[in-house]
């Protein structure tokens, strides 16, 4: 069964860099038919896609966020990971990470399924 | 703010049914995959229809998933306490080249 948990720290400072990890377990990340996203939730608020990373290290970034976003992979170690420069209060969140479909004829992404746990990152001094 | 309309709530009896509706645009639900999810109050969303209507394996049919033209509708028959949750739509916009979340629709059971 695939499972996936995110991990990081809790508090960042503004102006600093977030930086969490997703580790992939029960499956490979290295599977063809699928990438890997990041989404976030502000407390009491909806869903915000953050952005996804084919295993080949091919990267699609919300425009809202692409400025200050940086997602990699590490197959070695079935991970991947997120950075986010330059945070406000405005990226407290919380962080999940999950598996994502693609429709390879529109190139458009689907589906996310499943989800990690999430984490949440505060950002204050 | 979200490409995607939910209502804000909807809520009904134990037993009796609801549906959820979703607009966009052609550059999202009109022409790509929706997806819709269910969150559990401190929990992680979970899929609950992917491809427009397909369920995944665990999901019962008492979930249901439909589009037509730029707008997608989730049905929830058979209505449990455990259904009230926070309930998001998700598809692709091809011309944001981004992957957009509904606003989200609180259900609760009466």
């Known amino acids: 069964q695939l499972q996936l948990q995110e991990s990081g720290p809790g508090l960042v400072k503004p102006s600093e860099t977030l930086s969490l990890t997703c580790t992939v377990s029960?499956?490979?990340?290295?599977?063809?038919?699928?990438?890997w996203g990041w989404i976030r939730q502000p407390p009491g608020k909806g869903l915000e896609w953050i952005g996804s990373?084919?295993?080949?290290?091919?990267?699609y970034y919300n425009p809202s966020l692409k400025s200050r976003v940086t997602i990699s992979v590490d197959t070695s170690k079935n991970q991947f990971s997120l950075k986010l420069s330059s945070v406000t209060a405005a990226d407290t969140a919380v962080y999940y990470c999950?598996?994502?479909?693609?429709?390879?004829?529109?190139?458009?992404?689907?589906?996310?399924?499943?989800w990690g746990q999430g984490t949440l990152v505060t950002v204050s001094s | 703010q979200s490409v995607l309309t939910q209502p804000p709530s909807v809520s009904a009896a134990p037993g009796q049914k609801v549906t959820i509706s979703c607009s966009g645009s052609?550059?999202?639900?009109?022409?790509?995959?929706v997806s819709w999810y269910q969150q559990l109050p401190g929990t992680a969303p979970k899929l609950l229809i992917y491809?427009?209507?397909k369920r995944p394996s665990g999901i019962p049919d008492r979930f249901s998933g439909s589009k037509s033209g730029t707008s997608a509708t989730l049905g929830i028959t058979g209505l449990q306490t455990g259904d009230e949750a926070d309930y998001y739509c998700?598809?692709?916009?091809?011309?944001?080249?981004?992957?957009?979340f509904g606003t989200g629709t609180k259900v609760t059971v009466l």
């Open positions: 029960g499956g490979s990340i290295s599977s063809s038919s699928y990438y």
């Open positions: 052609s550059s999202n639900i009109g022409n790509n995959y």
């Open positions: 998700g598809t692709w916009d091809s011309s944001l080249s981004a992957l957009v």
């Open positions: 990373i084919y295993y080949s290290g091919s990267t």
């Open positions: 491809d427009n209507n």
């Open positions: 999950a598996r994502q479909g693609k429709n390879w004829e529109t190139r458009g992404l689907t589906w996310f399924d499943p």
